[in-house]
């Protein structure tokens, strides 16, 4: 976006809007959610993209560590339109986070059905004869007990949500510039 149109953003029809607090917010929850992912789904500092023919993502677009890297790439862009001062508009920022959603509701399940893939269960089995050896309090004490990192993931989820839905309170779901 250029920044030709004026302060107000009148030449092309645009207002100009303050960020609302819940975005500018996003900056501390989208680091947050950043580091979750890359734990969870181990996902290296780069990743390759296979474009040599339409076709090639049918196979990469299952895979749960390509799943979390193309949020994480997501959640840097949303980090960026966070930061104070960076112009961006409201309709950007309802895309990303739209684009965001499938992976961020899905990336619990998913990391525990990653792991249940990957677990040496020989090894979990073995180690089951050490229960004595246990730190109490380190596993849950019943099957349905929840799982604060996940509750966690959750809660950054739902700041995600609720910055769009300020966003577009803000903007009285109009599309204007935001600084």
Known sequence: MSDQAGAGGEADGLATIPKPDELLALHSVTTEMFAILRRWFDVPDEVTLNLREIDAAVSELGDPLLIAAMAMRKLQALHLLATPGVRTTTDVV???????????????????????????????LASLGDLDQTTPGTAPSAADESDPEADRFRILHALLVGAVEAVLQASHGEICYLI
């Open 94 to 124: 309802v895309t990303i986070v739209q684009d965001l959603q499938r992976a961020l509701l899905q990336a619990p399940t998913m990391r525990l059905k990653v792991a249940a893939r990957t677990a040496d269960w020989d090894a979990e």
